[in-house]
């Protein structure tokens, strides 16, 4: 199984530990309005919600299941995503559109997820705008779709 980190962190400014250098970046969806516009949010959000997209559809998915999943409800609630997340519960399948709905849920931090295809794909969620992705074959066409994005892409074993 391949697997990567895919980040807005360039890894060009981390330590030889792998820490990220750079204290002011902003890390999660309460920095918007203090570190980060919602602009720039928004965009960066798009461009993690679109690289999930561009590895399902190279290995050639329409849908994957929910492996884990724990729900904040006032962060659920601000989203206004009760209603979505009443009728998502684990190893119910999800499509591409209901995949896109939980990355942004669990980007601002309204709940956090797994989501798996047998042994063929998997894509989780980290602290501090972390995300995971694993495949069954190496998706070239999807890492370039990412790093065209602004996004980088690290070879790494998630730790989850």
Same mark, same amino acid.
């Given at each position: ?31 918007? /309005? ?81 989501? /798996? ?44």
């Amino acid at each position: 199984m391949y697997s990567w980190r895919v980040t807005k962190y360039d890894p060009l400014n981390r330590d030889v530990d792998g820490n990220y250098l750079n204290h002011e970046e902003w890390t999660e969806f309460s920095d918007v /309005g203090t570190k980060v516009s919602i602009e720039e949010y928004l965009k960066t959000e798009q461009n993690y919600i679109n690289a999930i997209s561009s590895f399902m559809d190279e290995i050639g998915l329409d849908r994957v299941y929910v492996i884990a999943l724990e729900q904040w409800s006032d962060e659920v609630r601000n989203q206004h995503d009760k209603e979505f997340l009443s009728k998502i519960w684990i190893e119910k399948a999800v499509n591409i559109q209901e995949v896109r709905e939980l990355a942004k849920l669990t980007l601002r931090n309204a709940i956090w997820c797994k989501l /798996g295809y047998k042994k063929q794909f998997f894509v989780h969620f980290g602290y501090d705008y972390y995300m995971y992705i694993g495949a069954d074959r190496e998706c070239m066409k999807a890492i370039d779709a990412v790093l065209q994005s602004g996004l980088f892409v690290e070879r790494f074993e998630s730790p989850y």
